[in-house]
Structure formats: structure tokens, C-alpha cells
């Protein structure tokens, strides 16, 4: 169990001194060292650095001292934690030396030691070190003055992370201003720390090897706690026999719980998603491995999905992630339906770690979007580096991405992935890279907006969060689009009192015509009873608290006889209206709708003698699902309150 420092937010590891690695046990399985504690920033997703990875981390310590020899052959991890993008914590030796993180600003990977990093590198740092006086007290937190420098050791820029010396005492630093300015200039360095050196523990040459070895015994005790997991499920929880799948997505989740799925059930069937927006070393691989393994594949195909509905919704956002639902969910949910049509119990990779949303998961869950599928978590308690472990045990061919300093894959364009991993998409594949480059600065340009929306991510987020609010304000930058395409709403009478009697409500929707008017007729026939006039382009609506009447043109009209019924069946009817022209034609909700009344046709049919309203469709719309995301930001797009 890991330990948490829950008042600082930290996380406890340990760390073996005698085998030079990170404990994920409770001793170490080579040498039977309980370790040594130490601590990181939570959550703690800690993993080790592989591949590529290892040399951008020794790298930026060579760029920064002139050398990286306190790394070189040393066993290196990694634990992501908050920031503008990239940002992870370095540890080596059993302590958090630094943080590596990519910065927006300059386009590069940038370092920052902290004090164990100091202690390490400050007897072999040829540049990038200063030596000060004429200051004593608490220094941590305060900024040198230029004439209090004594020594300056190479040539560095303002930002660079420095290693300052004070007596005996050592620390980090960062610069604010050039070297060659250092002396002239009132406020020349901050002080992040400063300390008499530590007596922390030098680590033997190290490996992903050691790494194994030393926590052999705790990645067998989990394993086998999931496999008993998943066949106590079969045994207890699947009276209908259902076949077992994995949901093989190329990733190391998806990976490990393959392995955990064949231990406990034989060789089950692999499910990918074929996005239309996959690495094609992902494509590839997932492919090679079914086939070495002698695994059945059934592959869902989104195709040109995602380009046929980017113009419509705009580009995916981390708080709009529609393009699951289009290119995900409707393929899986019809490959489900056609290959597996009683059900099937699914082993899939989802952690806690991953994100907040996964944070409550539990080992049985039902994706409500996929009606005939149960899905099992058996490493949902998993660390990265467990994860790691457990296939550098089993010897499992993973995805070479992750050589490629690649911390997670999925889609290519994925709001999710970071700066620093669009950058090496660039270099890797420069082709798919151009084509989302482009169509991102032409949606930014038709909207109004700054090229920084594009080159710095803002096109990640729907609504910003505070991070890169202050960092649009930092670079007096308006990030407020201005909508050219997507849906829009005027309201013009909010719900209130009717002369005729009751509450009405008046709203004006802009929203692009993709399809014929007799299709908001048949979504108002989910919610009510509906008729549609083609001569006038009317649609009528009629619910036991209120009616509607919704106009080619856009107006929506609405009565009720109290002021909650008006603002309910409004809500009710924009919602149709949206739905039935902003369609995917994804057919999640034919899926759901237990009454075989629902059919795509172009859009959504609904046969009015087998619907009963009941919502179940409405409930599994994407387009519904965000309906919040697709109105926001537009004046006038949320009814005000009465």
C-alpha cells in the first residue's frame, strides 16, 4: 500500500541503496533491504525512464553542468505532476533531484534541480555555477544582488537553473539575468534552497534489469491478487458464460491486463479501435502482437470519422472530448452488437493514477454507452511503474512508441497528449502532423484568435483552467472565440408570465442545417408527441407539462402552465433540435433503444408506433452529452434566470 503525506501532498516511496532502485514492495526481492523512504509530489504515478527519455534527462544536465556523470549507468524515474504541460519529477539515487518540463514559452524541454540535484552535481559542474557572499540569515526564497556574486562558472540565459554556493553551503538557483549580466544587475539570482550538503546515499550502476529483480516478488503478489480477481468474477459474476475479451488499445495498460486476462481465462479475443487518428507504429503492433500470440482481433474501424465531424463540433477539447464518442464508442458499441451479440465480459487497463475521472473506479463497471459489454479493472490500484514492472517481468513486447520518450499513446491529435509529444509526432511523422497544424491555425484565423492559440495548446480546453488563464494573461493574450460555425442562441423572453395564460419562453437557434427538417421531428418524438409540417417547416411538440413549437428558421417557442414546465420543455426541444442536425450518425443510441424503434438514416429515424419517450437514447447522445460545451461561450447561449 502506498503511503501518502497527505498535509504536504506528498507521496512515501523507498528506495533499495544497495541494488540503485525504486522499491514498489515492501523489501527488496535481491537483497531483502526494506529501503529507504523518500518522497514525491502525489499522485505518485511514478514510472521509470526508458528508451530516448534517458538521454533528454541526462542531456539537459549535460547542457545545464557539462557533464551528467551522477546519472550515467544509474537507474532513472519519473513522476508526472502538475503544469503548464510536461512536467515531471527526476529521481535518481532515491531522491527527487530536479524537474524536467517543457516549456511553452521557448518550445523546449527545460531543467530545474532541486537540492538533492544541487548536492549531487555541485563537485563536478563545470558551468552554470555561482559562488556569493555578504548574506546571512534564512536565504531560502531571496534574490542575490549582482555585486554579492563573487565567482560566475560558463555562460547561461536568464531561467537557466543554476547551482549556487555560499562557504560550505550549496544549492539551486535560478538566473535572472544573462551570465554576462550577472554582476551589473540588482536582482541577478533567486535562491530555491540552500543547505550544508546532505549525506544522501550514492546508488550503484543500475537497470531496468535491477528494477525487475529487485521487486520480482511484489509484481507476482499483484499479479496474482488480479488474476484471482478476474476468476472469482467468471466463477461468481458471469452466469450467462459470456466470452471473455481485452480492450487492446497498443498502450501498457491494455498490455498488462492482456497478460493478466490470458494467466486467468486461456487466450481471450483482442478488441482495438482503429480511430482513424492512430500511430501507425500503434497500428502496427497491436496487429504483429494478436498474431504472435495467436489471439483472435477484431478490429472496430472509425475511418474518416473524426474529418467528417470536426467542421460541425470544432477541435476536440480535454473538457469536450466529443471525437470519443464518434470514433471510439460508436465503432465499438456496433462491432460489440455484431460480433458479440449476447455480451462479453471485457478485461481493461483503466487505473486510478490516470486521471480524476478514473479515480473511483471499481474492479466491475458497465459503460452505459455500451449496453452488452461488463468490464473488469484488474489494475485499477496500479502505479505506472507497477505496470512496468509487471511487463518487464513477463518479458512482453510493448509498443516502441514508448523508446520514442512517449508517456502515453493514443490518437495522434488527441486534446490529451502533451506539447512535448506533439513535437515529437512532428518529427516522427511530419505528414499527419502538417494536416492538424494546418486545419488548427484555420479554425484559429476564421474564429479571430492569436496563432498562440494553436502554438501554445489553448486549443486543448473548451473553458481554460487557471494555468493557462494566467498564462494567456502573462502573454496579454485573448483566447475568447469568436464561434463562426458552431450552434449559437438567443434568448428572447426568458420563462415568464404568458398574457394567455401560464409561462412561455422565446429563443432564437443558429445551428448549421445538415439535414432535413423532418429529422427534428423525429428527436422530438423521444421526448413527446410530435408532428411536423413540411409546407411550413413546423415541428410540434407536445409533453405532459408543456408544448413547442420549433420553425425552420431557428425559433423555438414554448408554453407551460408553470414557470419550471417552460424552462424543462424548452431545454427539452434545443436539445432535439441540436441533436437532430448535429447527428454523428455514431448509432450509439440504435444500441440502446430496447424497443427497436430507433434506426440511422442519414441521421436519426425514430418509428413513432415503438417509441414510448422513454430517454434511454437521449441518455447515449454525444451531441446531448455535451450539449453545455457545444452553447457555451456564445451570448445568449444560456437562458438567464428569472
Known sequence: MVQRNIAHGKEIRRWCDTCGTLLLGESCSECGSPGREFEINSPGDIRPCMGDSI????????????????????????????????????????????????????????????????????????????MFGRMSGHLKGKTIPGENIADVRGEFSAGDTLIIRKGQKVGPGIAL?????????????????????????????????????????????????????????MDEGNPKGL???????GGKDSLAAYALAREAVGSPDLLYIDTGLEFPETVEYVRRFAESHGNRLHVAEAGDAFWQNVGTFGPPAKDFRWCCKVCKLGPMTDMISRRFP??????????????????????????????????????????????????????LEYNPLYDLDFERIGCYLCPSCLSSEWRNTGRLHPDLYARWEEHLHA????????????????????????????????????????????????????????????????AVVSVQRNRDFSYVEDALRTVGD??????????????????????????????????????????????????????????????????????????????????????RCIQSCMVVHYYDKLMESVPGGVPRKD
Not at 452505459?368 to 509487471?390: E, G, K, T
Open 243 to 249: 466470452p471473455v475479451t481485452v480492450s487492446f488499445s
Open 443 to 506: 479554425y484559429a484565423a476564421d474564429r479571430g484568435l492569436p496563432p498562440e492559440f494553436v502554438d501554445m495548446g489553448f486549443w486543448r480546453w473548451k473553458v481554460l483552467p487557471p494555468k493557462m488563464v494566467q498564462l494567456s494573461e502573462g502573454l496579454d493574450l485573448c483566447m475568447t472565440p469568436r464561434d463562426v460555425h458552431g450552434p449559437s442562441m438567443d434568448v428572447l423572453k426568458g420563462a415568464s408570465p404568458c398574457t394567455a395564460g401560464g409561462y412561455s419562453m422565446e
Open 342 to 395: 449476447k455480451g462479453t465480459v471485457t478485461v481493461e487497463g483503466n487505473r486510478w493514477l490516470e486521471s480524476y475521472a478514473r479515480s473511483g473506479i471499481g474492479f466491475v463497471t458497465k459503460n452505459p454507452f455500451v449496453p452488452n459489454q461488463v468490464n473488469l479493472n484488474p489494475i485499477r490500484s496500479w502505479c505506472a511503474a507497477d505496470v512496468w514492472a509487471y511487463i518487464l517481468y513477463h518479458g
Open 530 to 615: 410530435a408532428k411536423y409540417s413540411p409546407d411550413y417547416e413546423i415541428a410540434l411538440l407536445r409533453t405532459p407539462v408543456g408544448r413547442a413549437k420549433l420553425f425552420g428558421g431557428g425559433q423555438v417557442s414554448v408554453t407551460a402552465q408553470d414557470q419550471k414546465g417552460a424552462r424543462l420543455v424548452f431545454e427539452k426541444a434545443v436539445k432535439a433540435l441540436i441533436r437532430a442536425e448535429m447527428c454523428t450518425e455514431c448509432g450509439i443510441c440504435v444500441k440502446r433503444c430496447q424497443r427497436k424503434a430507433v434506426r440511422i438514416a442519414g441521421g436519426m429515424r425514430v418509428d413513432p408506433d415503438r417509441c414510448n419517450s422513454c430517454g
Open 177 to 233: 539575468a544573462d551570465s554576462t549580466d550577472l554582476r551589473s544587475v540588482e536582482r541577478a539570482v533567486k535562491i530555491r534552497d540552500l543547505n550544508a550538503p546532505s549525506d544522501l546515499p550514492r546508488s550503484p550502476d543500475s537497470d531496468l534489469g535491477a528494477f525487475v529483480r529487485s521487486n520480482r516478488d511484489h509484481v507476482r503478489r499483484i499479479g496474482r491478487r488480479a488474476v484471482r480477481e478476474i476468476r472469482r468474477f
Open 55 to 130: 538521454g533528454m534527462v541526462t542531456g539537459l544536465f549535460r547542457e545545464a553542468f557539462g557533464t551528467s556523470s551522477p546519472l550515467d549507468g544509474k537507474a532513472l524515474f519519473l513522476n508526472k505532476v502538475a503544469g503548464e504541460d510536461r512536467t515531471d519529477e527526476i529521481v535518481a539515487h532515491g531522491a527527487v533531484l530536479g524537474i524536467v518540463r517543457f516549456d511553452m514559452r521557448s518550445d523546449r524541454m527545460v531543467l530545474e534541480i532541486r537540492q538533492p540535484g544541487a548536492d549531487l552535481f555541485a563537485d563536478v559542474a563545470v558551468k552554470n555555477t555561482i
